[in-house]
């Protein structure tokens, strides 16, 4: 297949919101108007990966310098499974060599029925060449696992990014703690 990367433009802003209303749940989203905010204060960046000129997958980031932290990545739903998801992460990776980049995943714990693609997710971003930083960020009731395309991780430089995201983005800055052990021994890298 034959696909095209491009920056966001407001012209596809449909095809980007019915992808990010499917792909993700209600207490995984920030408003549109603060993601649209965000970019037009160039805070942030969203590039969208296209098939014959149809919006197949996005890309959201933040960006703080040499600091960057993908806060969505989506593929719409006929499209998963096919590559297209490593294509745009690479493709990013790929441009983006000298930036520390993070992300966060949902927790993975046998107490939650989604587990095993809470699993999968991590699986795909670890084959992807994100590490486990051993670190949660705790926000409420949401937790997440903190990876990053960088080994060395230094937690108190991540603090103040996130501190920075959430003035940006309006929301309480997370609590950072120190990762657990989960599935009888193993970490979530499955070491």
Do not use: P
């Not at 433009?9 to 649209?36: A, G, V, W």
């Not at 960020?137 to 997440?144: A, F, L, M, Q």
């Not at 990053?148 to 103040?160: A, D």
């Amino acid at each position: 297949m034959n696909y095209e990367i491009k920056k966001f433009t407001i012209t596809k802003y449909q095809d980007i919101k019915k992808i990010y209303l499917n792909c993700f749940d209600k207490e995984n989203r920030f408003s549109i108007m603060i993601l649209l905010v965000n970019i037009i204060f160039k805070r942030a960046n969203m590039y969208m990966l296209l098939i014959k000129n149809e919006v197949v997958a996005f890309i959201y980031l933040i960006n703080d310098n040499s600091q960057k932290f993908i806060l969505y990545l989506a593929v719409k739903e006929k499209y998963r499974n096919k590559g297209i998801g490593t294509y745009l992460l690479k493709w990013y990776l790929s441009n983006n060599k000298d930036n520390e980049i993070y992300l966060n995943i949902d927790e993975i714990n046998e107490k939650y029925d989604d587990c095993i693609i809470r699993k999968k997710r991590l699986d795909f971003y670890i084959k992807n060449n994100f590490y486990n930083t051993n670190y949660l960020s705790v926000n409420g009731c949401s937790i997440g696992h903190i990876l990053s395309n960088k080994q060395e991780f230094n937690v108190e430089k991540y603090k103040l990014f996130d501190k920075k995201i959430s003035r940006w983005f309006l929301c309480k800055n997370d609590e950072i703690k120190k990762s657990y052990v989960i599935n009888k021994g193993s970490d979530i890298n499955g070491q």
